[in-house]
């Protein structure tokens, strides 16, 4: 199983919301590709950044860090290759990743 959809099933597992995989290579240095998941709450949130970091490290992945508390409404998981981005939907409308990144991006899209 690739890393990113290691990922995903984590999110997936644990109720994240409006997945996004987006494929990043041919215009990022720092990944592959970045997903983008959003939580119904800062609690929703902290579960969330656990259980991804939970399956990669049950796969044997790897993983780098984590930026961001849930306090703040977004979470950053970065594993190398991909990048996970977990925000409380207010924060994810405001911040609009999936426009920086452009539609042309979007390899995988979850409910």
Known sequence: MKLQD?????L???KAEDILAL???NISSFADSIIIASATSNRHAKS???KVIENVKVNKES???VEGKS????????????VINIMKNEIREFYDLEALWGETTLIK???
């Open 6 to 10: 290691i990922c995903i099933s984590a």
């Open 23 to 25: 494929d990043v290579r």
């Open 48 to 50: 969330l950044s656990e």
């Open 12 to 14: 997936e597992d644990n």
């Open 63 to 65: 993983f780098i860090g």
């Open 109 to 111: 899209q979850s409910d």
């Open 71 to 82: 306090e703040s409404g977004w979470i950053l998981i970065d594993c190398g290759e991909v």
